[in-house]
């Protein structure tokens, strides 16, 4: 049990995909303006990255493997991934026409989104078990969704300050995110005792 | 060992391309519904401004994305700000002269009494037979300028709804500046 | 000292400004001279504006109605003096924005003279509707600055528990209130009896700021026979602002968005009681009203009773003029008053204030970065957040703002008053709560446009399809006709064959 709850917190915070690994950064930069947006992006990309990590597992090890075309590793996960994008695009639109409209051209975009194919990619390289590597998906996932709300609370007050002209909008974010992925490595030290 | 990648391949995109299929039976959306809720905020009066053909027409452009939330000179920029906020897009209201709230106005010396503005009034906020002069009714006009286009002596023109005690308001305090 | 204001007025936050009282404070009541020309607007209180009643070229007698009230919200408006209408037109308003506003001009002809008035020699005797009736009769609007048809206020209230008189009088400078107390008490304590008669309230208090002592002695000595409590409130501002006196007085708190109704509470001035006395007792509506004229640039500060209409110069000349420059007039209080730029503008029925300040008085400082020190959170009466509505507000997030609470505030002004940056922070708010109901009626004259568009549209289809169907009829009328002669001529036909 506890092994569980160490790797999510591992992989949710001090190896935060977008924070210390900086993988996922357009959506993160893309829609940070609004929580409603940022919200809907986490919850979506949290599907994707855990039912694509799973199934990359699966087609790793029962198709890849067994016949030995491990060279055909991304084109097999991103093909599994557009999928699950294309599914979840669906049942967004379906579901909330709203939300689908706010998140608009990154949603498609989680398809590229480098946090699902490096985790899947990861998966693999660091030969994880099948439970671990769901664990492991899962937990980024929340890390990327914690990070999305983190930043648009910052960007929601950023738009309220007096920023200097030379500063306003994506540079000032720029700063703001380089600060925060200074903080998340203080969660290094977590992993240290 | 190459037929096995190739058939391996393929027979995952046919099953997902399948999978996605089925999905999307199930899934399918009627119309997109935005478009209604889009509708329901532009003013209504089909004036064709835009370059749409009426109200629905730009409903339908700016949900699919193919026109700016900046299209609707009757709504003024509060029309604007509410349509980029149901959309999810940043309001460029830089392109947007906001001239303020405008009403049509008939310069009574002019008027011939064509009753031809009476007749393209969107809605009926314009009152006229034929031989007599026309008047605008303020609280029903939306200046959609459709009768200005019309007026074959330039009687009609868009005026600046005067500010009245009940309609005037302390103007924005100019930022202070960053010492 | 302001721990124990805190511990003990009763009211959240609240700021203590200079009183500047001892300007005028001392100055006994003075009947302003008749001037030459009286300017009266039609409105001179919240709701719709008066119609007029009389014609240009009419010589009215002083207290003869010349407006009639218009619609639930109005009040009537009286002649302030005999004499002759000369003009019925704009003339500049006694608001800030220095519109022109439909105004009579009344010019004077010196005799003063009352037209017939119905008085009352037993005015208790009077049902509460009948009080209710004098008072909308007499045109009294809310004195304390807010010209609410008071009327209306007591329609709405009967059955309350509590009745407030409210002689706060907060605002510094102005000391028309405490004037009229200590000058006529008697009168106000019988005003205030009627009052109480009309809602039939339980309990009456009336709180006065204890830096009224002569006061507090005066309503106390002539509200001895009458079961009210005259109670001594600790002098903070906003004391005098409706919200914060009832919460001082009965420690309740009137809900967001709420009327003291609500809570059981009904306020009303000490110079509105005056004016309620006047109107049921003697029958006379409301056409004059006392006036501070005071701040640092006037020569002989004082108190005045001016008639309505009366142009603001005309106070101002009766108080020795200017001593020094003026930088800023203001008509009203310091805090919440307006700023005017003309001195032609008339006194209203809601003018308690006219104050020419000095440069120093204003001290006025250019605006600098909010620095968060909230010292506005802690001075703001509501218990708002007045750097964060601001900042909304600058960044025009007007929904934000109004998610804060923008609705609540009730621009009292302690915060700009506090501000160490001297941010603007009430301007901002009396700009955003202008433009949301700016945005409001835009959004109702869409809705009703968007009904007219959708009406016209069917109208036009209808049309269409009628004229379609009288083109369908009349095909088949005529297809009848000629078949039936062409069946006619066969007939004709056969038969001569």
């Known amino acids: 049990m506890s092994e569980i709850f160490l790797l999510l917190l591992g992989t949710a915070l001090v190896n935060n995909v977008v924070l210390v690994k900086f993988l996922g950064l357009c959506p993160f930069m893309g829609v940070s303006r609004k929580m409603d947006g940022a919200l809907g992006m986490g919850m979506a990309t949290t599907f994707v990255l855990t039912f694509a990590t799973a199934a990359s ?42 939300l689908y409209q706010v998140l608009g051209i990154y949603l498609p975009l989680i398809t590229t989104n480098c946090a699902v194919l490096g985790v899947a990619l990861l998966n693999v390289q660091e030969k994880n078990g099948f439970l671990h590597s769901l664990l492991y998906g899962f937990g980024s996932a929340l890390g990327f969704t914690l990070v999305m709300l983190l930043f648009t609370g910052l960007r929601v007050r950023l738009s309220l300050a007096q920023v200097p002209a030379a500063f306003a909008g994506a540079p000032i974010g720029f700063v703001v995110a380089g600060l925060l992925s200074l903080a998340f490595m203080g969660f290094a030290g977590l992993a240290g005792h | 060992m190459l037929v096995a990648a190739i058939v391996s391949l393929t027979i995952l995109g046919t099953v997902l391309g399948l999978l996605l299929g089925l999905a999307a039976r199930y899934l399918r959306v009627e119309g997109n519904p935005i478009i209604a809720e889009i509708e329901q905020m532009l003013p209504g009066s089909q004036c064709g401004q835009c370059g749409y053909p009426g109200c629905t027409g730009a409903a339908q452009a700016l949900a699919d994305g193919s026109a700016p939330v900046t299209l609707c000179p009757p709504g003024g920029v509060a029309l604007v700000q509410a349509l980029a906020d149901k959309l999810g897009v940043e309001a460029d209201l830089s392109g947007v002269e906001d001239k303020g709230p405008q009403v049509a106005e008939v310069k009574e010396e002019i008027c011939i009494g064509c009753t031809r503005c009476f007749k393209v009034c969107p809605t009926d906020a314009i009152m006229g037979a034929a031989q007599q002069i026309h008047v605008v009714f303020r609280e029903a006009c939306t200046a959609c300028s459709k009768c200005v286009d019309v007026c074959p002596t330039e009687a009609l023109s868009l005026q600046a709804v005067p500010v009245t005690l009940q309609s005037w308001y302390w103007h924005k305090p100019k930022l202070e500046v960053a010492a | 000292m302001k721990l124990f204001d805190k511990l003990f007025s009763g009211m959240r936050g609240g700021v203590h400004p200079e009183g500047r009282k001892d300007l005028s404070a001392a100055r006994g009541i003075r009947v302003l001279p008749l001037p030459q020309k009286l300017f009266v607007p039609l409105q001179q209180h919240i709701g719709a504006p008066a119609m007029p009643v009389v014609n240009v070229g009419e010589r009215v007698l002083k207290g003869q109605l010349i407006a009639a009230a218009q619609g639930n919200v109005s009040a009537p408006v009286h002649a302030p003096t005999s004499g002759i209408i000369v003009a019925l037109g704009d003339h500049v308003a006694p608001h800030p924005s220095g519109l022109p506003v439909p105004t009579f001009t009344l010019a004077c002809d010196g005799l003063d003279e009352w037209v017939a008035l119905q008085a009352c020699d037993d005015p208790f005797a009077l049902e509460a509707d009948d009080i209710s009736v004098r008072v909308a009769a007499a045109g009294i609007v809310g004195l304390g600055g807010a010209t609410f048809p008071s009327a209306l206020k007591l329609n709405l209230s009967r059955g309350v528990q509590t009745l407030i008189i409210n002689g706060g009088e907060c605002e510094p400078y102005l000391t028309c209130d405490d004037r009229i107390m200590r000058e006529r008490a008697t009168a106000i304590v019988e005003g205030i009896s009627l009052i109480a008669l009309a809602v039939a309230a339980k309990e009456v208090i ?39 006196i009832i919460q001082v007085l009965t420690g309740q708190e009137i809900p967001a968005g709420g009327r003291p109704a609500d809570i059981g509470v009904l306020v009303h001035n000490v110079a509105t009681a005056f004016a309620v006395h006047q109107a049921i007792r003697f029958g006379r509506p409301l056409i004059s009203r006392i006036v501070t004229v005071s701040g640092g640039a006037i020569k002989s500060q004082c108190n005045v009773e001016a008639l309505v209409g009366t142009p603001v110069q005309e106070l101002i000349d009766f108080a020795g003029g200017y001593s020094q420059a003026a930088v800023r007039m203001v008509l009203g209080g310091p805090m919440m008053g307006q700023h005017i730029s003309n001195t032609a503008i008339p006194v209203v ?46 960044g025009s997030d007007l929904s934000g703002a109004v998610d804060l609470g923008l609705k609540d505030c009730i621009a009292c002004g302690s915060c700009s008053y506090v501000c160490p940056a001297h941010i603007p922070l009430v301007h901002y708010f009396n700009y955003a709560k202008g433009d949301l109901a700016a945005q409001e009626r835009s959004k109702l004259k869409q809705e009703a446009t968007k009904k007219l568009a959708d009406a016209r549209s069917e109208r036009i289809a209808r049309v269409e399809r009628e004229r379609a169907e009288m083109m369908a009829k009349r095909k088949a009328a005529r297809e009848a006709k000629e078949r039936a002669a062409k069946e006619a001529a066969a007939k004709a036909a056969e038969e001569t064959a």
């Open chain 3, 349 to 394: 029925k809601g003018s308690s204030g006219i104050l020419a300040l000095t440069s120093d008085e204003i001290g006025h400082d250019e605006a600098s970065p909010c620095i968060r020190c909230s010292t506005c959170v802690r001075a703001c009466p509501v218990g708002l957040l007045p750097l964060e509505m601001a900042a909304h507000i600058r």
């Open chain 1, 57 to 98: 597992w699966m087609l790793e090890h029962w198709l890849l493997q067994p016949l030995g075309i491990q060279y055909l590793r991304i084109l097999a996960f991103i093909l599994t991934i557009a999928a699950t994008v294309q599914f979840t695009e669906m049942a967004i639109r379906k579901f909330s026409p709203g």
């Open chain 3, 206 to 244: 009336v709180g006065i700021e204890d830096n009224k002592p002569e006061a507090i002695d005066a309503m106390r000595s002539a509200a001895r026979a009458s079961s009210m409590k005259v109670v001594a409130m600790p002098s903070m501002y906003p004391m005098g602002s409706e919200k914060q």
